[in-house]
């Protein structure tokens, strides 16, 4: 028998599990006091699937508010939809809008890496295709232990396989994204997922009920009992392994099915036969009920009999709560649903009428005729508590920052410094990452212009003008740890710098803020200020925040992650074909370097990687106003030709940008180093540099415009030819072939995964 609201009327005293549930007794207490009563078993559910970390951003929120008055303060420009719906949405030109959002889905991929990191692909796809998008690419910044760790060889292979599955089915591209190791991830993976759609003007739809008598329709996959208690509980719970711990059930894909959705839902938004759409994410049916009929006209009712299911056997709470994958619920006019039901039968995909929406404040949820739902839908999607939790600078912070690395010991003659090049090309994070990229379908579609390993991707919208966007995701847990704040704005920089290097013009970021957990005052100060930095960042650069997402306790007892912002950039170009590549490209074309190199080496690779895994001193500084200019010289100089090629300079410093740009299509480089030490000039992160290559004739063009965008720019030397005798060549110091370079930069993770 269901627990009934008449029944919890006359029963104030039965004992609930809202512990089990996730909620504290004064959070249930409070939904006591909403309600004037105990909750249902369904009630109870709801609230806790809705308020949980994951769904409520209840300890973020207080901060995150910063966002939307960044936005408020900043002219609407491109801006067509933001933060607080499913995806942003900004205008391209030329009646194009694309929408594009990242997430994350870290906790369900290391309890069962590849269906975790699938449905992760899924769930961001159907966020944009509620938009009325249609989706066109991925990018997936992730995020691993050490590569030898026996764990990251189960976590690792059943990601990519997760992710490469899932996107290759729906014919999506995999335009880019990061692989980290860290020690810090060890048991904490981040599976962060980037998802973009284009839609043209009029296709842009939001999601809210509205229209008194209209009615509510599920489409898709049936409901089971996979993903019960799934990413809303999974990801707003700090695991502690020497204590038993729930770990709720992974939610399961199904491509097949989520590729006729989208055509399905496509189709249905070409015949104007929705009036309101949200996929079914986290919390499932509570979250999709309570939100559509919150940002509505106030009210639904729903028969939650009538959901089709996978598993007779499901409870009511269970159906609720569950959180199988590839279900939409749309919100359509009477006379219009033979309609869609028929586009639905042709797409096969089944298609349920559950409810309506009505002129009341309230959703009222049956079962088998009885009500056991009766909520202000408000208090389940929008009204969660707010936990200003407490936050306070570290007391260890002062130390690591005394700590630098400028004092390590270096070795400057030449065979070290040869070595140095070598170990740092192979290593983990240097490495190539073809063993993950080749798993993924990067040029599906036919649209993708640049992907993996380039500076950044890039599809082409409309193959007759050439319109089209460039991405970039990016952030440096390193620098992170040593300055949330700075390490943010190096997040920032790097990915805004990405995407400017191939010619687009940066409009816009969205986030995924991976944090541990929030009771731990030390990691809420580095998730303040990380918001901080951005905030500042984005103000300075004018690139405003369209949406993202929390994600919090990503911590096992006291070991908490690197604190890791990733933040994706979108750029627009107006033609691709203008684009400019990351690889050498022609003998004798003279290498340039914009941008000053200092003595930078704290959070470094090098540091890392010759000093012992070193974490110490502070991250390199950030001139965002000198960035700016940067773009603005990458930007014209792509439309105008100059650009044989562009390198960022970022992790591995110019050594690393070298090495990529001659293995790229096989030509090697004569350089000469810059007065100074070479282990500075080499290996440094210092901000705000691009490696270019131009033809000689072009060299005056270059002066005059690192002149006029004031960018100060060496000269390093010349391309040299292909071949077996190519090889990258520093005066004075050493030469290494790219037959040596080559080897070394693509042994490393086939080997580890093979051992």
């Known amino acids: 028998m269901a627990d009934t609201v008449e029944h919890a009327r006359q029963t104030p005293q039965i004992e609930q599990p809202w512990a089990e549930l996730g909620l504290q007794?004064?959070?249930?207490?409070?939904?006591?006091?909403?309600?004037?009563?105990?909750?249902?078993?369904?009630?109870?559910?709801?609230?806790?699937v809705m308020w949980s970390e994951h769904c409520s951003?209840?300890?973020?929120?207080?901060?995150?508010?910063?966002?939307?008055?960044?936005?408020?303060?900043?002219?609407?420009?491109?801006?067509?939809?933001?933060?607080?719906?499913?995806?942003g949405v900004l205008d391209i030109g030329q009646g194009y809008a694309v929408t594009f959002k990242v997430e994350s889905h870290n906790s369900p991929s290391f309890v069962e890496p590849h269906q975790g990191a699938a449905t992760g692909v899924g769930g961001i796809v159907r966020d944009i295709l509620a938009m009325g998008a249609r989706p066109i690419g991925v990018m997936d910044p992730l995020r691993f232990g050490p590569l030898d760790a026996a764990d990251t060889k189960r976590v690792l292979p059943g990601v990519v396989s997760g992710i490469g599955s899932y996107g290759n089915c729906l014919g999506l591209p995999n335009i880019g994204g990061e692989v980290v190791f860290d020690k810090s991830y060890l048991g904490n993976p981040l599976v962060n997922v980037l998802c973009v759609g284009v839609l043209r003007h009029e296709d842009l739809h939001l999601a809210h009920a509205s229209g008194v008598g209209n009615k509510v329709i599920m489409y898709g996959a049936a409901t089971g009992g996979d993903g019960i208690g799934g990413a809303s509980i999974l990801a707003s719970e700090t695991f502690d392994d020497s204590k038993p711990t729930k770990r709720p059930s992974v939610q399961v894909g199904d491509p097949f099915m989520e590729k006729l959705l989208i055509e399905c839902t496509l189709e249905l938004f070409r015949a104007e036969l929705v009036n309101g759409i949200q996929d079914l994410g986290a919390a499932g049916i509570s979250c999709a009920t309570s939100e559509l009929a919150s940002a509505g006209d106030g009210g639904m009712h729903v028969e939650l009999d009538l959901v089709p299911l996978r598993d007779s056997t499901l409870s009511p709470e269970e159906i609720l709560m569950s959180e199988s994958q590839e279900r939409m619920m749309a919100v359509v006019e009477p006379a219009k649903v033979d309609q869609f039901m028929e586009i639905c039968a042709k797409w096969d995909v089944p298609a349920t009428v559950i409810g309506e929406v009505t002129d009341t404040d309230r959703l009222i949820i049956d079962w088998h005729g009885e009500i056991i739902v009766d909520v202000d839908p408000r208090t389940v999607a929008h009204e969660a508590p707010v936990h200003e939790r407490p936050y306070h600078r570290p007391g260890w912070i002062d130390a690591v920052n005394e700590n630098s690395a400028n004092k390590l010991p270096r070795d400057n003659s030449p065979e070290a410094l040869r070595a140095a090049l070598l170990t740092m090309v192979g290593s983990p994070n240097l490495c190539d990452k073809s063993w993950v990229t080749d798993q993924y379908d990067r040029y599906v579609r036919g649209n993708s212009v640049l992907a993996q390993p380039e500076n950044a991707g890039m599809?082409?919208?409309?193959?007759?003008?050439?319109?089209?966007?460039?991405?970039?995701t990016d952030v440096n847990g390193r620098m992170c740890f040593l300055n949330p704040y700075l390490g943010a704005q190096h997040a920032l920089a790097e990915a805004y710098r990405n995407v400017a290097t191939t010619g687009a013009e940066p409009v816009a970021i969205t986030d995924c803020l991976n944090f541990g957990s929030p009771e731990d005052p030390n990691v809420m100060w580095q998730f303040v200020e990380a918001i901080l930095g951005l905030v500042d960042g984005c103000r300075e650069l004018g690139t405003p925040v369209t949406g993202g997402n929390v994600s919090f306790h990503n911590q096992t007892g006291g070991t908490a992650i690197l604190p890791t912002p990733t933040v994706g950039v979108l750029g627009v170009i107006d033609d691709v074909t203008r684009r400019t590549r990351m690889a050498f490209a022609d003998p004798g074309d003279e290498i340039w370097l914009f941008g000053e190199t200092r003595e930078e080496l704290s959070g470094s690779v090098w540091a890392d990687v010759l000093h012992d895994g070193h974490l110490g001193g502070m991250p390199p500084r950030v001139d965002l106003g000198h960035e700016r200019r940067l773009a603005k010289a990458m930007i014209e100089g792509a439309r105008d030709g100059l650009f044989r090629s562009a390198h960022d300079l970022a992790d591995g410093g110019l050594a690393q940008a070298l090495v990529e740009s001659a293995l790229r299509r096989g030509f090697g480089a004569r350089i000469e180093l810059p007065s100074g030490d070479p282990t500075v000039?080499?290996?440094?992160?210092?901000?705000?540099?691009?490696?270019?290559?131009?033809?000689?004739?072009?060299?005056?063009?270059?002066?005059?415009?690192?002149?006029?965008?004031?960018?100060?720019?060496?000269?390093?030397?010349?391309?040299?030819?292909?071949?077996?005798?190519?090889?990258?060549?520093?005066?004075?110091?050493?030469?290494?072939?790219?037959?040596?370079?080559?080897?070394?930069?693509?042994?490393?993770?086939p080997a580890a995964m093979n051992s």
Not at 30 to 36: A, D, F, H, V
Not at 705 to 720: C, D, E, F, S, Y
Not at 723 to 744: D, N, W
């Open 57 to 87: 951003y209840k300890s973020s929120k207080v901060h995150l508010r910063k966002f939307g008055e960044l936005a408020q303060a900043t002219p609407r420009g491109r801006m067509l939809a933001g933060i607080g719906e499913n995806a």
């Open 681 to 749: 000039q080499l290996f440094s992160e210092s901000t705000g540099r691009v490696l270019v290559s131009v033809p000689g004739e072009q060299v005056g063009a270059l002066r005059w415009l690192a002149q006029k965008h004031r960018l100060p720019i060496n000269r390093l030397g010349t391309v040299t030819s292909a071949g077996e005798s190519a090889a990258l060549s520093v005066k004075g110091l050493f030469r290494v072939p790219l037959t040596e370079l080559r080897a070394a930069w693509t042994t490393t993770i």
């Open 25 to 48: 007794r004064n959070e249930y207490d409070q939904i006591r006091e909403i309600l004037g009563r105990r909750p249902t078993g369904a009630e109870l559910a709801m609230y806790s």
């Open 459 to 472: 599809l082409r919208i409309d193959p007759e003008t050439n319109l089209g966007i460039a991405l970039s």
